[in-house]
């Protein structure tokens, strides 16, 4: 199973076959960016608290309540503005509209770990926090030799991976 970020959700294209898991705390911090760590709106509120529930439940039960929410919130996610002397228009709430649609086209993604878990009876991640700890000494090494050419860079990271420092550096 591969977890990302979010941004390589296309990753599938380039490893067939193998499950892909989005990290739900990336999905919530999207969610976030977009409605702010306090809304105002009550829609983006009520949104804002069914994404911090990602981790708590399973793909039934917040699929169920995000589809209520968008029957409850749809007519207010279409309301639009228009530009005064123009033809133009846009949605009024954007980053409402944008946060649920994230949420939407990432679903497929957010519970592949807990589909996983019964089949094949593992505890499996939810999130690549793990995974991104354990490169954060990597990043601190690298950073620490910051005139590095990227031949050098790729050298020192070569080394630290297979667990010894090059000769360059002592």
């Known amino acids: 199973m591969i977890v990302c ?12 076959g193998i499950p892909i898991q989005m990290c739900q705390f990336h999905q919530i911090m999207i969610i976030k960016r977009y409605l702010t760590a306090n809304p105002k709106l009550l829609a983006s509120q009520q949104l804002k608290k069914i994404a911090e529930l990602l981790p708590k439940t399973t793909e039934e039960k917040f ?3 995000l589809n209520a929410w968008y029957f409850r919130w749809s007519d207010f996610l279409k309301e639009k ?4 002397g123009t033809n133009r228009w846009f949605y ?6 944008s946060a649920y649609r994230s949420l939407r ?7 592949t770990y807990q589909k996983l878990s019964k089949q ?3 505890e499996l991640p939810n999130t690549n926090n793990s995974l991104e700890g354990s490169f954060a000494h ?3 090494k690298v950073r620490l030799h ?22 360059f550096f002592h």
Request: glycine share 4%.
């Open 92 to 97: 009024t709430h954007k980053r409402t509209r």
């Open 63 to 65: 699929t169920v309540l």
């Open 5 to 16: 970020d979010g941004k390589n959700l296309h990753l599938s294209s380039y490893f067939p």
């Open 81 to 84: 503005t228009k530009v005064v």
């Open 146 to 167: 910051r005139g590095l050419k990227l031949n050098r860079k790729l050298k020192l990271i070569n080394q630290i991976l297979i667990g010894k420092a090059p000769d």
């Open 105 to 111: 086209t990432n679903l497929p993604y957010l519970f």
């Open 138 to 140: 990597l990043k601190d």
């Open 120 to 122: 094949y009876h593992l």
